[in-house]
């Protein structure tokens, strides 16, 4: 049986990896998670441009050429430096990243997940929105 791998783009912060990567592997039976990190990545994908987009999405690519990845996970956190905004916001950008990518990447399935705090070293992991491999539309979690 191959090894099962996710790709994930989330932020450079070390409070969230690890509960993140728990969240994945339980939620989407994966064994390993290839990670790319940017300060507030949601900000980066929902705003950058093209030429910077192109850089991080040959990234994922690199992911899923070498490790098979079909999934991509697009993370953002409450309390982030790299994107000190409302937890509304982080939402609306992860979004916007989802609409942007959704059709650059053919046959991957996309999510975007929010951590918010759940109190000291706490972190709890939540679906935003979810993009099935090679549809165009975003649709909002259940
Ligand atoms: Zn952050």
């Given at each position: 049986m191959p090894d099962r791998f996710?790709?994930?783009?989330?932020?450079?912060?070390g409070r969230i990896q690890q509960p993140l990567n728990e969240w994945v592997r339980k939620h989407l039976d994966v064994e390993y998670l290839d990670t790319i990190t940017e300060p507030g990545?949601?900000?980066?994908?929902?705003g950058t441009g093209e030429r910077c987009l192109e850089v991080l999405l040959e990234k994922v690519q690199v992911s899923q050429r070498a490790h098979g990845s079909a999934t991509l996970v697009i993370?953002?956190?409450?309390?982030?430096?790299?994107?000190?905004?409302?937890?509304?916001?982080?939402?609306?950008?992860l979004r916007?990243?989802?609409?942007?990518?959704?059709?650059?990447?053919?046959?991957?399935?996309?999510?975007?997940v929010h951590a918010d705090r759940c109190g000291e070293q706490c972190?709890?992991?939540?679906?935003?929105?979810?993009?099935?491999?090679?549809?165009?539309?975003?649709?909002?979690a259940a």
């Amino acid at each position: 049986m191959p090894d099962r791998f996710a790709t994930m783009f989330t932020c450079i912060d070390g409070r969230i990896q690890q509960p993140l990567n728990e969240w994945v592997r339980k939620h989407l039976d994966v064994e390993y998670l290839d990670t790319i990190t940017e300060p507030g990545p949601e900000a980066v994908l929902a705003g950058t441009g093209e030429r910077c987009l192109e850089v991080l999405l040959e990234k994922v690519q690199v992911s899923q050429r070498a490790h098979g990845s079909a999934t991509l996970v697009i993370a953002a956190h409450s309390d982030c430096a790299g994107n000190p905004v409302s937890v509304d916001e982080h939402r609306d950008q992860l979004r916007q990243s989802l609409a942007r990518v959704a059709g650059r990447l053919p046959n991957t399935r996309i999510l975007a997940v929010h951590a918010d705090r759940c109190g000291e070293q706490c972190w709890d992991p939540e679906l935003v929105a979810e993009v099935p491999p090679a549809a165009t539309g975003v649709r909002p979690a259940a």
